[in-house]
């Protein structure tokens, strides 16, 4: 019974497609291409910088915990990546 009052509210609600204002699709195209390559360029530099930290704090002692801690902070980095500059400007040409 609540589910199809749920159902039949639902159905009612209107629910418009985005539209692009006139004028803004290209600049919109351009920016958001450029934000989403800043990002990958970022995260790469992110990278060859943790594999810096690796590599120096490989050779024991107190460099052995920057070492482990830039192992740590890795998913992270792929995480913030992925989700960030791949579904951040999808979501952003949603709303714009």
């Known amino acids: 019974m609540m589910i199809e009052v749920l159902a039949a509210v639902m159905e009612t ?3 418009p497609s985005s539209k692009t204002p006139k004028g ?3 600049p ?6 450029i934000l989403k390559w800043g990002g990958f360029a970022i995260a790469a530099g ?7 930290r690796m590599q120096l704090g490989g050779q024991g002692g107190r460099g052995a915990t920057t070492a482990a801690d830039a192992v740590a902070e890795l998913p992270m980095k ?4 992925l989700f960030i500059a791949g579904v951040g400007a999808g979501i952003l040409g949603m709303f714009l």
């Open 13 to 15: 609600i209107p629910n």
């Open 46 to 52: 992110s990278f060859i910088y943790t594999g810096i």
């Open 78 to 81: 792929v995480v913030g990546t």
């Open 24 to 26: 803004l699709a290209g």
């Open 28 to 33: 919109r195209d351009i920016l958001l291409g």
